[in-house]
Structures are given as C-alpha cells and as structure tokens.
C-alpha cells in the first residue's frame, strides 16, 4: 500500500533563517504531488504541485519555493524565511490521470519566531 | 474560477445522532469530482468520501453518504449515528483537472 512521509513534524525557525521539508511516497510510482499551507483556523491553500521530476506549478507568488529531485520526493524551502511563512504544511499525492484524491501526509508545524 | 462554500462553520451533534454538513460549489462544467475530507486534532486530513460528477447514485461508505444534487450543485455529507471520534474539521472539495478546490471547513463537535 502507498505511504506518504513528512518530516520534520515540528519546526521552530528564526526569520530570516533557511527551510528545508521534505516529503517522500511509497508504494507508487510517477505521483502528482502537491505542498499546501493552512494558516491556523483556515482551510487549505495550494502552493505547489508536480507531476514529474523537474516540474514544478507555482500557485501563489511568495518566497517559498519547491524542487522534485526524485520521482516520490517533494522539497519545500525558503532562503530567509518571513513571520507570514508560521503554519501547518501539507504534503499530498495523487496517483495522476484519471484518478483524482489526494492523500495527505501527517503535516509539517512551522513557528517563525 | 471554481469556488466551494461550506455555509456553517460550526455544528454539533449528540452522539448516535445523524448530522448534514453542507457545501455548495460554483462551476460551469458537468464532469468533475467531489471530496469530503477529515481533519481530526492530529491535523492530518483523511479522505472521507467522493463522488463522481457523471454518477447519479449518492456515494456511502459506512456511516457516512453523501446527497449530490448536480442542478442545485450541492454535495452534503451525512454522518449517521455520530461517534466521539467524528469530531474535526470537515472540508468539502471540487476537482476538475486542476488541484483540488477546497471549502473553508466545518467544525464538528459530538457531544457525549
């Protein structure tokens, strides 16, 4: 069966500082896979989303960037992060053409301090 | 541009009791898919239901349906005799060929 792994599960980050999350899938290959943030008491919001290796959408301008070095793993960093960049970061998957749930990994809780 | 809106921010239900959750979507194409997501405390979201915009029948899976009126483009959830563990955020989403379109949640409580 697929997984999908987020870590770390917990960060705490000064501004300005980098960030690196990382998301991994198991069990499939070739996933659509997608970053979103949730701000605290708010729904979800697409950042990015791949549907190969080296392709990456960008959905909303920021200083938060994504990279898919390898087919099931997903990277979200910053190079100086904001106080705007705290909340909870979602990583999903979905298996492509023709089927179109996405599954959702544990989350990521970011506090810029 | 595709929107979903989930009217009530907040409901409750006594436990063993069944309770709608609403969600109504705005789109002007016929073939799409609906979701239903969970967000218990843990904050990680699990898919509940979907539905297949070309069906007519209502998706169930366990305790749980859904009433999908295309015309009046709405998609309830039903949650039959509510256990403590169906307290979350329950999101409603819309997809087409772009990623998923998510509603601002609901917030369920069950009360024992």
């Known amino acids: 069966s697929q997984t999908i792994h987020q870590w770390p599960a917990t960060l705490v980050q000064p501004v300005g500082s980098p960030l690196s999350l990382e998301c991994t899938v198991e069990?499939?290959?070739?996933?659509?896979l997608y970053w979103y943030r949730q701000a605290a008491g708010r729904g979800l919001q697409l950042l990015f989303y791949?549907?190969?290796?080296?392709?990456i959408s960008s959905e909303v301008p920021q200083n938060l960037s994504a990279s898919r070095p390898q087919d099931r793993q997903f990277i979200l960093s910053s190079k100086k992060l904001l106080l705007s960049d705290s909340g909870f970061y979602l990583c999903?998957?979905?298996?492509?053409?023709?089927?179109?749930?996405?599954?959702f990994g544990p989350g990521t809780r970011l506090t810029v301090t | 541009a595709q929107t979903v809106t989930q009217s009530q921010p907040e409901m409750s239900v006594q436990e063993a009791e069944t309770v709608t959750l609403s969600c109504t979507y705005d789109?002007?194409?016929?073939?799409?898919?609906l979701f239903w997501y969970k967000q218990p405390p843990s904050r990680q979201m699990i898919l509940v239901i979907r539905?297949?915009?070309?069906?007519?029948q209502n998706a169930t899976e366990n305790r749980f349906s859904v009433n999908f009126q295309k015309a009046a483009k709405s998609f309830s959830l039903k949650i039959s005799d509510s256990q403590l563990g169906d307290a979350a955020m329950y999101f409603c989403?819309?997809?087409?060929?772009?990623?998923?379109?998510f509603g601002k949640g609901t917030r369920l409580s069950v009360i024992a």
């Open positions: 999903a998957w979905s298996a492509g053409q023709g089927s179109y749930e996405q599954y």
């Open positions: 069990g499939t290959s070739n996933p659509n």
């Open positions: 791949s549907v190969g290796i080296g392709q």
């Open positions: 789109t002007s194409e016929s073939d799409y898919y």
């Open positions: 539905q297949e915009a070309y069906k007519q």
């Open positions: 989403a819309y997809i087409l060929v772009a990623p998923l379109v």
